[in-house]
């Protein structure tokens, strides 16, 4: 059985859905504050704004990674020992076994690098700064525009799942991104 065939299977595609939306939204809204911190700070040498990003990029995508590997095990566990109660027979040899050990890597892959790729997309104006590219702004404020883009494209998408319109889901996603922004700006832009 491929992936596409374990998926349906378990019947996943929402759960990883979700978690591609949830993890991304929170890389987006992490790197955003994040950013907005340090262009609210005094400034601050370009490798170090890198290095915290990283860092929090890659602690997004091990937390989420491990986390979703450990709960959803877990449950495909529970299901497939549920299953074999039962059918009062052993399906370790099974397809469902098989898909009780290989949907929570892919539902831990997509939930840990999702927030991650999502990481890098917005600090490459920084990394294009750092490598000598003249930018039309800022590295930083370029990087908040990437964050908010993908904050609002992350709402399209959403509104492809629920059906409402894709212009008013990725508004009420980008206002989500625009509050966030606000409060920094309150909390730590004075």
């Known amino acids: 059985m491929d992936i596409k065939d374990l998926i349906s299977l378990t019947h996943s595609q929402g759960i990883i859905r979700r978690y591609f939306i949830v993890n991304g939204f929170d890389g987006a809204l992490t790197m955003l504050g994040l950013i907005l911190g340090f262009l609210f700070s005094d400034p601050t040498d370009i490798d170090n704004i890198i290095n915290v990003c990283i860092g929090a990029a890659i602690a997004l995508c091990v937390s989420g990674i491990s986390s979703a590997y450990v709960s959803e095990s877990a449950e495909r566990q529970y299901v497939l020992t549920k299953l074999e109660q039962s059918m009062i027979t052993d399906l370790s040899q099974t397809s469902h076994a098989h898909a009780a050990r ?17 990481s ?14 003249v930018l039309p702004i800022s590295p930083l404020l370029m990087s908040v525009l ?35 922004a606000v409060l920094i700006f309150v909390f730590v832009g004075y």
Request: aromatic share 10%; glycine share 10%; net charge positive.
């Open 102 to 118: 290989t949907v929570p890597i892919i539902i831990a892959l997509v939930n840990g690098l999702a927030p991650f790729v999502i």
């Open 120 to 133: 890098l997309l917005i600090l490459l104006p920084l990394w294009l700064f750092k490598s000598g590219m």
């Open 146 to 180: 990437i964050a908010m883009t993908i904050i609002f494209l992350l709402g399209v998408f959403l509104s492809r799942v629920s059906g409402i319109s894709w212009w008013r889901s990725g508004l009420r996603t980008l206002l989500v991104g625009i509050l966030t």
